[in-house]
């Protein structure tokens, strides 16, 4: 079975100042990553996805992921976050049949001006 | 393009009162989803379908029950709807194979009185 961990539930941060949101994930198998974004009243939208090779993922709006197998974490980073970035980012694994998602507890990221 | 739509968007219930969610999807899918949302747990899955006339269970799914009987339409039921069942359900739809990404509905807020 697998799990996500996302070990801090609410991150403030300052506008232009940079990020990390963090994500730890446990499975017996090859697993598919994601980040997910949900804006305020809104559904999810994919942010960035790691398949397979390169372990540096660039997602949309300035974001990026690594993926760390021995770790096993696939850490979201942003150098220079804007208020528009506030928003609950989910991570969550698949198998590599890209089925049997699971999501983490989410991250709420507070960007203060 | 309307994407994964989910009908209705709010509704309020009483306690023992049943009613469907209905969700359609434009894309060809093969796999939906019926997720539900609550503060500080994430996203967890309630019932899925690999195909039509296919359903399975999630790891939330009693006191729901689902119905795929076209491809595009993925329809989630409560019989006699309870307090604790107060959420925001999200209907995701994907394809059966290649990268996995899921594509969310906005969402359908029900509160149970």
């Known amino acids: 079975a697998q799990s996500v961990t996302q070990l801090d539930s609410q991150v403030p941060v300052f506008e232009e100042a940079p990020v990390e949101l963090r994500c730890n994930y446990s499975s017996s198998v090859s697993v598919y990553l994601f980040w997910y974004v949900q804006y305020p009243n809104q559904g999810l939208q994919l942010l960035l996805k790691?398949?397979?090779?390169?372990?540096l993922v660039k997602g949309i709006n300035g974001f990026e992921a690594e993926f760390n197998k021995s770790q096993t974490s696939f850490h979201l980073r942003k150098p220079s976050v804007h208020i528009s970035d506030t928003a609950e980012y989910f991570c969550?694994?698949?198998?590599?049949?890209?089925?049997?998602?699971?999501f983490g507890p989410g991250t709420r990221l507070s960007v203060l001006p | 393009n309307a994407g994964v739509t989910q009908t209705p968007k709010f509704r309020v219930l009483k306690t023992g009162q049943s009613m469907t969610l209905l969700c359609a999807q434009d894309?060809?899918?093969?796999?939906m989803y019926w997720y539900r949302q609550d503060p500080g747990m994430g996203l967890r899955l309630i019932h899925y379908?690999?195909?039509?006339?296919?359903?399975a269970k999630g790891e939330v799914p009693d006191g729901y029950n689902v119905s795929r009987l076209k491809k595009q339409n993925f329809l989630l039921g409560l019989e006699s709807a309870a307090p604790s069942q107060t959420s925001v359900y999200f209907c995701?739809?994907?394809?059966?194979?290649?990268?996995?990404?899921?594509?969310f509905g906005e969402g359908s807020r029900l509160t149970v009185l």
């Open positions: 894309m060809n899918h093969e796999y």
């Open positions: 790691y398949l397979s090779g390169s372990t």
């Open positions: 969550a694994v698949s198998d590599n049949y890209g089925q049997n998602f699971v």
């Open positions: 995701a739809s994907s394809y059966s194979t290649g990268d996995g990404e899921l594509f």
């Open positions: 379908s690999v195909g039509e006339g296919t359903t």
